[in-house]
């Protein structure tokens, strides 16, 4: 079985894990066979199957792998329709359906409990329209005039964390005052209306 660059790719930045290599892979043309990338996040068992018999990776390890390099190389924020739906400039229109199928039926939310990919899910709607309506994107400006984006301007796309419940508010000599000062006024209007 020949080898998948774009298998190889996932599971070589998801063992860096480097935001910088990230960044690398952006500029440069995606890799072939990111359509199988696409059907491990659809969740197809032949897919897992196959992935796993060239990696030998376990299947979370190879959706960890997939969902990571997806996010940070395809979906990434300025990305072009093309990139966002995994496919070439000049892919027909039977490909990129298939490649927005798989990427809809993996970031759905009526098919994924995680709430911040329906975000990503609108993106591929989106580039997909515009790809439909003839509205190529052009490259993204640092990649179209060949200089690269200042650190000042680059942005890190939109990555969600778990919710941390808020630290305890410890009460303060000041908030305590303010507690007193509205609980006594309370008493007070209360006394004052006296039994009805």
Do not use: C
Not at 11 to 19: G, N, Q
Not at 39 to 45: D, H, Q, Y
Not at 89 to 112: C, F, G, Q, S, V
């Amino acid at each position: 079985m020949p080898p998948n660059r774009a298998l190889d790719a996932a599971i070589a930045l998801s063992r860096v894990s480097s935001l910088s290599l990230a960044v690398a892979m952006r500029s440069q043309v995606l890799p072939t066979g990111v359509k199988l990338l696409l059907r491990i996040l659809a969740n197809e068992t032949e897919a897992l199957k196959e992935a796993r018999h060239m990696s030998g990776l376990g299947e979370t390890d190879l959706v960890a792998a997939a969902e990571f390099y997806v996010l940070q190389v395809m979906l990434y924020r300025g990305a072009s329709s093309p990139r966002i739906l995994g496919v070439t400039a000049d892919a027909d229109r039977t490909e990129i359906r298939a490649h927005m199928r798989y990427l809809l039926n993996w970031l759905h939310p009526d098919k994924n409990t995680n709430a911040w990919h329906a975000s990503f899910a609108g993106r591929v709607i989106a580039a997909w329209s515009r790809i439909d309506r003839g509205l190529e994107d052009e490259k993204p400006r640092s990649l179209a005039t060949g200089t690269p984006r200042s650190r000042r301007s680059y942005q890190v796309s939109w990555v969600a964390l778990p919710l941390q419940p808020a630290p305890p508010e410890v009460p303060t000599r000041r908030s305590v005052k303010q507690l007193r000062v509205f609980l006594v006024g309370l008493t007070r209007g209360v006394r004052d209306r006296g039994p009805r």
